[in-house]
């Protein structure tokens, strides 16, 4: 038996008035590379903060990596991962230095932590810049860090909220190389979210959120086949409403 990796049922959370997510239902497999994609305010963050135990549900629930995030928080925090969408590294702090932090929240003996360190800076690229101050990276290698960093306690289920914004194609391509690297070496299920639609070709399923519901759930090329579209962004743009105008598009 595969147990789900991620399994939300009525998932929904309120702000006030705010309905940012409605009700949530949606299973992710082991090892699955998972795309949750959804235009600005679609609800993807607050999605990813229920889900890592960030945030209580105002209804329904969810269990990650086996456990239930209402009444297990502590379990789900021990094996997750979470890049947040603003990097949380001090800048201040070498690239080493923030590893080593980490490792120490985490409690990782130094015998454990320090190969562990090694060998995520030579996978990420960074080996040569270890005892430079973040300050000093690229927008790029900043998120590596931020990856390698949310992996060092080896989660079984990583959270990454858009990874790749802000950055130049390049850069982008890179880190989405790595990811992909990341979890054929490590079976490790990714939870990614993103606006940019058409770098979620590579997931093996991609959800569509708006408004706080799923608008599309599948692979990248059932969708576009059920859509008869050629591109993931053009079944994001059939089936997500328009921004500017009530009830406009579609
Ligand atoms: N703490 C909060 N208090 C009040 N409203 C909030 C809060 N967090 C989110 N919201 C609202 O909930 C909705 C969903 O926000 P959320 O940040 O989850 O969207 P998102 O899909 O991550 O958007 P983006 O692509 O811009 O990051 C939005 O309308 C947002 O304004
Ligand atoms: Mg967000």
Avoid at 35 to 64: E, M
Avoid at 154 to 177: H, I, K, N, Y
């Amino acid at each position: 038996m595969t147990a789900a990796a991620i399994a939300a049922s009525g998932l929904g959370k309120d702000f006030g008035a705010v309905r940012a997510l409605d009700r949530l239902d949606l299973e992710v497999r082991e090892a699955e590379f998972f795309g949750f994609l959804g235009p600005n305010g679609a609800g993807k963050t607050t999605t990813v903060h229920l889900l890592a135990t960030l945030l209580a549900p105002s209804r329904g629930g969810a269990r990650v990596a086996g456990y239930d995030v209402a009444r297990d928080g502590l379990a789900v925090r021990r094996r997750i991962g979470l890049v947040f969408q603003e990097t949380t590294l001090d800048r201040d702090l070498t690239v080493e230095e923030n590893l080593r932090f980490a490792a120490r929240l985490w409690d990782l003996p130094r015998r454990v932590a320090e190969p562990r360190i090694d060998r995520l800076l030579s996978q990420f690229g960074l080996d040569g810049r270890r005892r430079e101050p973040v300050r000093a990276l690229s927008g790029g290698l900043r998120r590596a860090l931020d990856i390698a960093r949310g992996i060092l306690h080896e989660p079984r289920v990583l959270f990454l909220d858009e990874p790749t914004a802000g950055l130049d194609p390049r850069a982008r391509r890179s880190l989405w190389q790595l990811i992909r690297a990341l979890r054929e070496s490590t079976g490790l299920t990714v939870f990614l979210t993103t606006h940019y639609v058409e770098e979620a070709e590579p997931c093996d399923r991609v959800a569509i959120l708006d408004g706080g519901r799923l608008a599309a759930l599948g692979a990248p090329a059932d969708l576009k086949g059920e859509a008869g579209v050629g591109s993931l962004e053009e079944v994001f743009l059939a089936r997500t409403g328009h921004p500017f105008a009530d009830g406009g598009a579609a």
